[in-house]
């Protein structure tokens, strides 16, 4: 894979990129350091890709590990508050707000399978394919995840 494919292939999914790290990390710049040292971990080791159909299922599962790495050694070496992530110039609804804060009180396994499929809009298989489990198993922690959100954000009010 030339620098040209790879650099076609990762430029749309910045943005995705992005909501996953944060989703896990919750940090801006911890978001961004994990970004780039996902992406220079799939340049060095692009030769070792097979199939280059689940390339984006790969990046996005180099970057989950990439991620989780960097948030255990943040918990190993020094107490960190979680930052809200909102900037005073940013407006906010309410209801992004209380959903904001239900996502980070959320398990990671439920946040991050509902960042992947609600906001990075990827399917079932998809996710089973990033996540290594199975598809059954995508659906029944997307369920349990919907219930979990709903309770958090105060019951019928608001759809799952």
């Given at each position: 894979?030339?620098?040209?494919?790879?650099?076609?292939?990762?430029?749309?999914?910045?943005?995705?990129?992005?909501?996953?790290?944060?989703?896990?990390?919750?940090?801006d710049a911890?978001?961004?350091?994990?970004?780039?040292?996902?992406?220079?971990?799939?340049?060095?080791?692009?030769?070792?890709?097979?199939?280059?159909?689940?390339?984006?299922?790969?990046?996005?599962?180099?970057?989950?590990?990439?991620?989780?790495?960097?948030?255990?050694?943040?918990?190993?070496?020094?107490?960190?508050?979680?930052?809200?992530?909102l900037e005073?110039s940013q407006?906010?609804?309410?209801?992004?707000?209380?959903?904001?804060?239900?996502?980070?009180?959320?398990?990671?396994?439920?946040?991050?399978?509902?960042?992947?499929?609600?906001?990075?809009?990827?399917?079932?298989?998809?996710?089973?394919?990033?996540?290594?489990?199975?598809?059954?198993?995508?659906?029944?922690?997307?369920?349990?995840?919907?219930?979990?959100?709903?309770?958090?954000?105060?019951?019928?009010?608001?759809?799952?």
């Amino acid at each position: 894979m030339t620098e040209a494919e790879f650099t076609g292939r990762v430029m749309p999914l910045s943005r995705k990129l992005y909501c996953v790290a944060y989703s896990i990390l919750w940090n801006d710049a911890d978001c961004a350091d994990a970004v780039q040292d996902a992406l220079a971990r799939a340049w060095v080791s692009r030769d070792k890709l097979m199939n280059y159909e689940s390339f984006e299922a790969w990046i996005v599962r180099l970057l989950i590990n990439t991620a989780v790495s960097q948030l255990r050694r943040r918990k190993r070496f020094r107490s960190v508050p979680l930052e809200d992530g909102l900037e005073a110039s940013q407006e906010r609804r309410p209801e992004d707000i209380d959903l904001q804060n239900a996502l980070k009180k959320l398990r990671d396994k439920y946040r991050l399978l509902l960042v992947l499929h609600y906001q990075d809009g990827y399917s079932i298989g998809e996710i089973s394919e990033i996540m290594d489990i199975s598809e059954k198993l995508v659906k029944s922690r997307l369920h349990q995840a919907r219930q979990e959100l709903k309770k958090l954000l105060g019951g019928d009010g608001y759809e799952a």
